[in-house]
């Protein structure tokens, strides 16, 4: 008896399609996870996290969790060893970074920012670089298409930092440049540039220059708007300033983040996290 319900048996499973204990394309693959916060984020906004080498990016979730599976596919053909960089970003604040380890596929044994299950073991708290906010100043929400109006972007740096930034010269007149105007709903957010026309009838542009300046500097940076060169729609506006901090980027982040060239902004500006306040236009007024 017990020699035909072993024979059954063995029939059983060698009959199958696939093997009843490891079924073909559902190999556990690893993934990643943890905590990352930032000091003074009071509006909770998320924190970029990428790994390099796969180019795999999230943004952390409430109370700064983040979760990541480093397997692109289902197949179990693609099978990484090697260490593995992973970024923490949010624009305003200091770059941080950790690593782990795997070997075919699975972490190692051999770690020191992630456990064997791939659980961060010390939390990410990312430090600020400048804390700020956009005005505008014109004594109104409200914009007329003719007005010529100022803005000021007031910043406090928390530690020594590098920053490129758009402005216009134009004899011993100066004022900062690039604005970006970010529809509240749906549309396309609008990058104003500064420029004017001398009297010969030359456009005169604005260009990117590099800022450097110390920990615990109060720094107020002037704009100047001529509203008729903007195409702004009569709805509501979140404005911001554009600016971008000199972060040693790791190769491939800002591609990443959809920002392949400084001179090319868009909405990609705004995957780049900041905790920088922007101010609101209500309405606009054409004549």
């Not at 996870?33 to 999230?58: C, D, H, M, R, Y």
């Not at 216009?168 to 100066?174: K, R």
């Not at 900062?176 to 010969?200: A, L, Q, V």
């Amino acid at each position: 008896m017990n020699y035909f319900l072993l024979v059954a048996y063995l029939s059983m499973i060698f009959s199958c399609t696939s093997n009843p204990f490891w079924q073909d394309g559902e190999r556990g693959f690893p993934a990643i996870s943890g905590i990352a916060t930032a000091e003074q984020n009071e509006f909770n906004t998320p924190i970029f996290v990428w790994i390099k080498e796969l180019n795999i990016s999230s943004y952390t979730q409430e109370g700064g969790q983040f979760s990541i599976p480093i397997q692109k596919s289902e197949s179990n053909e693609n099978i990484f060893s090697g260490t593995y960089n992973v970024y923490f970003f949010i624009h305003n604040y200091q770059m941080d970074s950790s690593s782990f380890n795997l070997a075919d596929g699975y972490f190692s044994e051999i770690q020191d920012d992630f456990s064997t299950k791939g659980e961060m073991t010390k939390s990410i708290h990312l430090k600020n670089l400048i804390d700020g906010k956009l005005d505008l100043s014109f004594g109104s929400n409200q914009l007329n298409t003719e007005d010529s109006v100022r803005m000021t972007f007031s910043f406090l740096t928390k530690s020594d930092v590098q920053i490129q930034a758009y402005k216009f010269f134009f004899g011993q007149f100066e004022n900062h440049s690039g604005i970006i105007f970010k529809p509240m709903g749906t549309g396309e957010p609008i990058f104003h540039r500064y420029s004017t026309t001398n009297s010969s009838g030359n456009i005169i542009n604005d260009q990117m220059i590099t800022l450097n300046y110390l920990g615990g500097e109060e720094v107020v940076w002037e704009y100047l708007i001529h509203t008729d060169s903007v195409d702004l729609l009569n709805v509501g506006y979140e404005v911001y300033p554009v600016y971008f901090i000199a972060h040693n980027y790791p190769s491939g982040m800002m591609e990443s983040l959809g920002l392949d060239s400084l001179q090319n902004i868009s909405e990609n500006y705004f995957r780049m996290p900041s905790t920088i306040e922007p101010d609101f236009l209500s309405n606009i007024q054409n004549n």
